[in-house]
C-alpha cells in the first residue's frame, strides 16, 4: 500500500534535547510538507520541500530543521531553542506544487515534553 | 493575511439528517478550496477540491459549494451516518505556489 509513515508515534522530549521526527513517503511524490497542529488551531506549515535538496521555511520554522536528501524521507529536528514543542507534528506529501493537489497525511507524531 | 473561520462549536445530528459545515474567509479569493476528515489521533484524509470557478462539487453523498461573493464554502453531508463522526477541516491556497492554510475545523457527531 502506498503511503506516509511517520515514526515515532509518540516521543518525549527532556530540556535542552534535540529530538528527530521521521517521514517516509512510498508514493513517489515530489513535494512534502511537515505541519504542527494544537488544540483548536488549523495546521500551521513548519517546513516544506518541492524537490530533492531543497526545502523552504513555512510560517513557524522557528526552532526547526529539516533535511531532503532523499525523495521518499523528509525528517523534522526539533531543536532545544523550540521553547514549546508539545504538539501534534503531521507529515504530508502531494504530487507536485499547486492548490489543485490534493495532500496526502501521515498519522502523525505526538511529542510531549518531559 | 488570510484569517479562515470554521464553526468551532460541535454539530451534533441525528443520523440521516444532513450535516451542512460552514467555512468562511477574509480576504483575497482561493484559486483552490479543499476539504479534509480527520479522526482523533489520525492524520486528515482529502475528500474534495473545487475551483473558483466552479460552484459545487458532489463526491457520493458529500457536496462543496463555493460563493466567492460571500467569502464562504459549504460542505454538506446528506444522509449522514455514524461513521461520518469526525473533524471536517477546509483549507484554501491563497498564493501562486499553492501553500495550503487550514481552518482549525468542525467536530462532527452523529447519533443513531
Known amino acids: 500500500d502506498g503511503g506516509i509513515t511517520q515514526s515515532p508515534k509518540y516521543l518525549f522530549r527532556k530540556e535542552g534535547q534535540n529530538v528527530t521526527l521521521s517521514c517516509e513517503q512510498n508514493l513517489n511524490h515530489d513535494a512534502m510538507y511537515w505541519y504542527r497542529q494544537d488544540p483548536g488551531q488549523g495546521l500551521r506549515l513548519i517546513y516544506y520541500s518541492q524537490i530533492v535538496n531543497d526545502f523552504q521555511k513555512g510560517d513557524i520554522a522557528e526552532g526547526y530543521s529539516v533535511s531532503r536528501e532523499k525523495k521518499e524521507s523528509f525528517p523534522l529536528t526539533v531543536t532545544s531553542a523550540q521553547k514549546n514543542p508539545t504538539a501534534f507534528y503531521l507529515c504530508?506529501?502531494?504530487?507536485?506544487?499547486?492548490?489543485?493537489?490534493?495532500?496526502?497525511f501521515g498519522d502523525g507524531t505526538r511529542l510531549s515534553i518531559l | 493575511s488570510q484569517k479562515i473561520e470554521q464553526n468551532s462549536e460541535a454539530l451534533n445530528i441525528q443520523e440521516g439528517k444532513t450535516a451542512t459545515l460552514t467555512c468562511n474567509y477574509t480576504?483575497?479569493?482561493?484559486?483552490?478550496l479543499q476539504w479534509y476528515r480527520q479522526d482523533p489521533g489520525r492524520g486528515p484524509v482529502f475528500l474534495l477540491l473545487?475551483?473558483?470557478?466552479?460552484k459545487e462539487k458532489r463526491k457520493e453523498r458529500l457536496k462543496v459549494t463555493f460563493d466567492t461573493t460571500l467569502k464562504q464554502s459549504l460542505f454538506h453531508i446528506t444522509a449522514s451516518q455514524p461513521a461520518d463522526s469526525a473533524t471536517y477541516l477546509c483549507a484554501m491556497t491563497t498564493d501562486s505556489w499553492g501553500k495550503l492554510q487550514f481552518g482549525a475545523g468542525t467536530q462532527v457527531v452523529v447519533t443513531p
Open positions: 504530508a506529501s502531494s504530487a507536485g506544487q499547486g492548490g489543485n493537489q490534493p495532500q496526502h
Open positions: 473545487i475551483r473558483e470557478n466552479e
Open positions: 480576504n483575497y479569493s482561493p484559486a483552490y
